[in-house]
């Protein structure tokens, strides 16, 4: 079965700690995006890649960063963690080809004490 | 800019009891609108794409229509294993033409069927 793969499923961490929140995808898959999904809010884009070593920002990349040195990794980072940040992180991947749907990790819930 | 809408924020029906969720979006141009469901402490699971005005998608109880504004996910009949958050998404043209696949999404409706 194609699988997402999110590191963690829950994460504590502290203010002004820098967090790394990592996804493996074993589907071969070009494009990788990174979701944060709040209560009202929906799912909202902090970033995406469509390749090695590409990355584009998304809708709300303030305070993350992102790294993609493998196809098949896609790391998240908080470089200065900050309460506003306590969230569900969710990781999606999609061949390049746009007619298919994402296939999702199954999520990090982050809390920033 | 795009934009999702999804109503009502939350449904509750009685096991049977048919419905329909609703999703109002806004996009330049519409290379695609997706369907995905939610279960509790779960990341979303695809259940439809649509492409064009008019066309629709079934899988079981779930049915998916399309319009130049909206969308709507019919349930008939529903059970309890239905109970989950539905989550209405829009692929728009993007990048001169070129698509890396980017969603936007809609904030969910979620659903909670009683037997």
């Known amino acids: 079965d194609v699988k997402v793969t999110q590191s963690s499923r829950y994460l504590v961490k502290r203010t002004g700690e820098k967090v790394f929140l990592e996804c493996v995808q074993d589907?071969?898959?070009?494009?990788m995006f990174w979701y944060r999904q709040d209560p009202g809010l929906g799912l909202r884009l902090i970033y995406f890649?469509?390749?090695?070593?590409?990355?584009e920002k998304g809708d709300i990349p303030e305070g993350y960063s992102v790294s993609r040195e493998k196809k098949e990794r896609f790391s998240l980072i908080l470089e200065s963690a900050s309460t506003n940040q306590t969230s569900m992180y969710l990781c999606?991947?999609?061949?390049?080809?746009?007619?298919?749907?994402?296939?999702f990790g199954s999520g990090t819930r982050l809390t920033v004490v | 800019e795009d934009q999702v809408t999804q109503s009502p924020e939350a449904l509750r029906l009685q096991e049977g009891e048919s419905s329909s969720l609703n999703c109002s979006y806004t996009?330049?141009?519409?290379?695609?609108l997706f369907w995905y469901r939610q279960d509790p402490g779960k990341g979303p699971e695809f259940l439809f794409t649509?492409?064009?005005?008019?066309e629709e998608k079934e899988k079981e109880r779930l049915k998916a229509t399309l319009t130049k504004k909206e969308s709507f996910l019919h349930i008939t009949a529903p059970k309890p294993e239905d109970s989950a958050t539905y989550l209405c998404?829009?692929?728009?043209?993007w990048g001169g033409g070129t698509s890396y696949g980017k969603l936007t999404f809609g904030q969910g409706t979620i659903l909670t069927v009683h037997p």
């Open positions: 999606a991947s999609s061949p390049r080809e746009w007619l298919y749907g994402y296939t």
């Open positions: 589907m071969d898959h070009e494009n």
């Open positions: 890649s469509y390749d090695v070593k590409m990355k």
């Open positions: 996009v330049s141009g519409l290379r695609g």
């Open positions: 649509l492409y064009s005005a008019g």
């Open positions: 998404a829009v692929q728009a043209i």
